[in-house]
């Protein structure tokens, strides 16, 4: 049974007519998605008319062959990304994330004021936190997938993403699908759909934008979404300044834990291995998807990458701390606390 609606799935005519009498009542995946975009686009022109004179800043950079290179730069405009297309086509092609006064900074991000600068890549010496954005921009593009992988008829709801180590073996992205789905057993055929479905956006070498915004710009954003309206609160409380990091992928808009990265074309190996059922929780079935996947620069040969992924179809356990503080509806047992 295959319901897949642009390589997306479909179920029998029962099915059908009553999911589709449920999503005449709610807005289509189009609608919610040009709301969103339209949100973060009128956000993200806000910010930049913040800088409305150009103003010049020094950005030193660091790293090999590097050390000493000043460039001129202009505030709120520049990014890391325009830093390195003034060195060369090598950093432009290599650089994951940037390093700006030792923190990570997302290379679409502006810089606001002078700063050193380190470009970050997978081949560093120590690649620790390229892998992490770049783990964590794998289950990005998972979710991205799976959000448009249904027909309309159902409902996708992506959950807070448990934030995994690289060592865990999969990127993990969990997510509720219409109840209408429950008893869905997903094939080999529908992940492979899924695979497909990432390799396009692979293809598209699309950037992430982030965005930093206030929680009611992100609550506006996820509007339509009382669960991704829930992590915006949780994450705006755990955030020092009390905001919360959107990024935009294509006309998909998203909520991070922490940054990815430059461009969908640095993924090259990149396989959907595992749809999961967690069991009921408060938004409904959960499951959990899992993948697979290796850099431009780091590709493995077909029988390491056969190892590599059977251990990634094994379901990855996230412990509760790792885990975002589930939310509990008012009608249920909260969960017990682990602190
Ligand atoms: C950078 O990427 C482009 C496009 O993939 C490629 O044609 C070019 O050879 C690359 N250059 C370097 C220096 O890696």
């Given amino acids: 049974m295959v319901f897949w609606a642009c390589g997306c799935v479909s179920l029998g005519p029962g099915f059908a007519s009553a999911a589709a009498a449920a999503a005449a009542a709610r807005p289509s995946v189009a609608e919610v998605r040009s709301q969103r975009n339209a949100v973060f686009s009128r956000e993200q022109a806000r910010q930049r008319a913040l800088y409305p004179r150009i103003e010049k800043i020094e950005v030193s ?102 934030e995994v180590p690289v060592t865990s073996g999969a990127f993990c992205c969990d997510v509720a699908l219409d109840p209408q789905l429950d008893s869905w057993t997903p094939s080999e055929e529908s992940l492979r759909s899924l695979t497909k479905g990432a390799q396009q956006l692979i293809h598209k070498d699309l950037p992430w934008e982030p965005l930093e915004v206030a929680p009611s710009v992100a609550l506006e954003v996820f509007s339509h979404s009382r669960c991704k309206q829930e992590e915006v609160e949780e994450k705006a409380a755990q955030h020092p300044k009390g905001r919360v990091t959107l990024y935009r992928c294509g006309d998909h808009v998203l909520l991070s834990a922490g940054p990815l990265v430059a461009r969908t074309g640095l993924c090259s190996q990149y396989e959907v291995t595992a749809l999961h059922s967690l069991g009921q929780g408060p938004w409904g079935l959960h499951r959990r998807a899992q993948g697979l996947s290796l850099p431009l620069q780091l590709q493995a040969h077909h029988t390491v990458w056969r190892k590599l992924r059977q251990r990634a179809e094994k379901l990855v356990e996230v412990s509760r701390l790792e885990e975002a503080a589930p939310p509990s509806p008012p009608d249920s047992t909260p969960p017990p606390t682990s602190q």
């Fill in 61 to 162: 950079m660091q790293g090999p062959g590097l050390d000493g290179t000043l460039l001129v730069m202009n505030r709120g405009m520049s990014t890391p990304l325009s830093c390195a297309r003034h060195l060369t086509e090598y950093h432009v092609n290599n650089s994951v994330l940037a390093l700006v006064d030792g923190e990570p900074w997302p290379l679409h991000q502006p810089l606001t004021d002078s700063c050193s600068m380190t470009l970050l890549t997978f081949k560093d010496s120590d690649p620790t936190l390229a892998n992490q954005a770049y783990w964590r921009s794998c289950a990005a593009l998972l979710g991205q997938v799976l959000q448009t992988a249904f027909k309309d008829d159902y409902t996708v709801e992506l959950l807070s993403t448990p």
